[in-house]
């Protein structure tokens, strides 16, 4: 994979609309026919707007991935007493200038944001790619947990939360992470697809270029870092999957997989709208911070809070 083409097409490719982009991203998965990872990566280095634009008072945080990568991460102050902090990772493209405002509610609630640009994104230096992303995710928990120690707030609820690309990264590093209950008191995800090689698949069927192409992706991608093999793997773990039965780009089924695969304690949430907007839902926010109350309570281990709504897909 040429890596200066890959960054030029990143940096164009992000900065193109939401839809303009869905309708290219089937001729850019011919390019996944190399078995290279790092396409599931369109970063932008702009920023577009920060949390003072909107009213929020923030932090720039620098830190360090485990080899020496430098990232870029913004801390957003909660509104009122903080209630609990939220580690938030987004989705495949541009960076957190564009997605921190589907955090913003959580902030008006009352938790705390840490909102992490992987490696490439943002003002974070580097070349996205997997599995080298697992570390820059590492290194933001780290951070984190570390702020919230220092903060003199140990036992403050701690949740890590994901949107689409960011959700599936989410499962598998909470599976590699081995002290992560230690850390964290839940999981929640939002449109995550199950497995690499099946959404290359899916979206390289869509269009009639990419038609043929759609089984060389599949066999051709590999399968070492699939949250449908991690989510298995999670006991104890809170864990509340969200997806949309009308998302087009990440379609319901895969939330089903995961959810259906998944190890207890966990919940799953169908929404209907497009795709990573269910906290849109008042309804939706309400079951949120519901999770986040129920497993907030340290006293209590995560596995007797078996969720008493668990709903099969």
């Not at 009352?110 to 003002?123: I, S, T």
């Amino acid at each position: 994979m040429n890596v200066q083409w890959n960054r030029a097409t990143s940096k164009l490719v992000g900065r193109l609309p939401q839809r303009l982009f869905t309708k290219l991203l089937p001729v850019l998965l011919l390019l996944l026919l190399s078995g290279c990872t790092r396409l599931f990566f369109y970063p932008m280095q702009q920023h577009i707007m920060v949390p003072a634009t909107l009213g929020y008072n923030y932090q720039d945080i620098f830190l360090r991935a485990s080899d020496e990568t430098r990232l870029h991460a913004w801390l957003i102050e909660p509104i009122g007493p903080p209630r609990g902090t939220i580690y938030f990772l987004h989705g495949n493209a541009e960076n957190i200038s564009t997605h921190f405002r589907a955090t913003l509610w959580l902030v008006d609630k009352g938790y705390e944001v840490f909102a992490l640009d992987y490696r490439g994104y943002g003002l974070s230096q580097g070349t996205p790619d997997v599995p080298e992303v697992f570390d820059d995710i590492a290194a933001g928990a780290r951070w984190i947990t570390q702020h919230v120690s220092a903060a003199g707030q140990a036992h403050r609820p701690l949740f890590l939360y994901g949107q689409s690309l960011g959700a599936s990264l989410a499962i598998t590093f909470a599976q590699r992470e081995a002290t992560f209950n230690e850390q964290f008191n839940g999981l929640i995800t939002e449109a995550a697809f199950a497995r690499y090689d099946t959404i290359a698949q899916d979206i390289a069927a869509r269009n009639w270029f990419t038609w043929g192409a759609q089984y060389p992706v599949r066999w051709l991608i590999g399968r070492h870092y699939d949250p449908l093999d991690a989510i298995a793997q999670l006991p104890g773990t809170p864990k509340l999957l969200i997806h949309s039965s009308e998302d087009t780009i990440i379609p319901y089924r895969f939330g089903q997989a995961l959810f259906k695969a998944a190890s207890e304690p966990r919940q799953m949430l169908t929404t209907t709208g497009p795709h990573i907007n269910a906290a849109a839902d008042p309804a939706v926010r309400s079951a949120m911070l519901a999770f986040m109350r129920r497993y907030a309570r340290p006293e209590i281990s995560p596995v007797q809070l078996l969720s008493d709504n668990q709903t099969d897909p």
